[in-house]
């Protein structure tokens, strides 16, 4: 009895072919970045170490209001992250649709 590579455990022995990266660059152009959104992470980890030291050293009322500022930064953040996909989502679509002749 012979025993196929495909027959013992339903694989085949030829790897997969190589995904290009070129396939998904924007033929040049640099991606368009939010500058507020690093701004917004920085912001968000400076008011939880803050919040943090505070309660470190006991201070429980203004680490309390740290911590809910930084729900409120990162909150905007986030929301910075899903705006700035939205409204540069469609420009990215357009580039790729233009590049092509």
Known sequence: MEKSSTAAGGR????PPP????????EGKKPVKNPFVPIGAL???GVLTAGLISFRY????????L??????AQGATVALMIGSAYY????IKLFK???SP
Do not use: C, F, I
């Open 67 to 72: 911590m809910r500022a930084r729900v409120v």
């Open 58 to 65: 006991g201070n429980s009322k203004l680490g309390q209001k």
């Open 43 to 45: 912001v968000t980890a």
């Open 88 to 91: 540069y989502g469609d420009q």
């Open 19 to 26: 995904m290009y990266t070129d396939e998904l660059a924007l």
């Open 12 to 15: 085949s022995s030829t790897p």
């Open 97 to 99: 649709k233009g590049s």
